[in-house]
């Protein structure tokens, strides 16, 4: 999404990676073998989100951090949602790649408690978005486009503000839906 709200989507080039496989050129990229990984132009491998948003959105003299008094909260606000997102991705690889016999359900409920009270936290501050996209902006959408694809989006029935406001910024950032990973 960073990358078309930054009008760069002609200058980059999207490969597929396989985390599950070693010996995917990801591994060699990016020594966590995660996604997403930027590759510069001098060839140097950037990963983690936030860290290649803040890169393009400095490379490119992007608007999606700011520099005001509003920064910090807007990068809590990332932080928040990427942490979201990051336990319901525990929660998936947990049932995903461990032995039934071996699952810890006192774990996977942490996560999920996790979950719950990040959307609980920004459902209290969710109102119309407003345009103008921000780092936070992306991160939130993303989580929640990830919640509905991993969970049914079963957060929808508890978070009408959110609801409305994904609505909102799907609709004024044709990027949600066209960066939004196959149904799988």
Known sequence: MAIDLLGQSDAV???EADTTDPNDDLAHQN????????????????????VIVAYLNDRFAGTLIPTGP???TILTREALADGIA????LQVYEERFRPAEKRHAGWVDRQAEKVVRGLAALEAEAGTYRGS???????????????DLRFAGAWRTQHPKLVAWLTDFDAAVPAFASTAPPAA
Request: aromatic fraction near 6%; avoid cysteine.
């Open 133 to 147: 996209p921000t780092v936070a902006d992306i991160a939130v959408a993303a989580m929640l486009g990830y919640l």
């Open 31 to 50: 020594p966590l073998g995660k996604i997403p990984t930027l590759i510069t132009e001098a060839g140097e491998a950037i990963y983690d989100s936030a």
């Open 70 to 72: 509003d920064r910090w």
């Open 13 to 15: 080039t999207v490969i």
């Open 86 to 89: 990051e336990a319901g991705l």
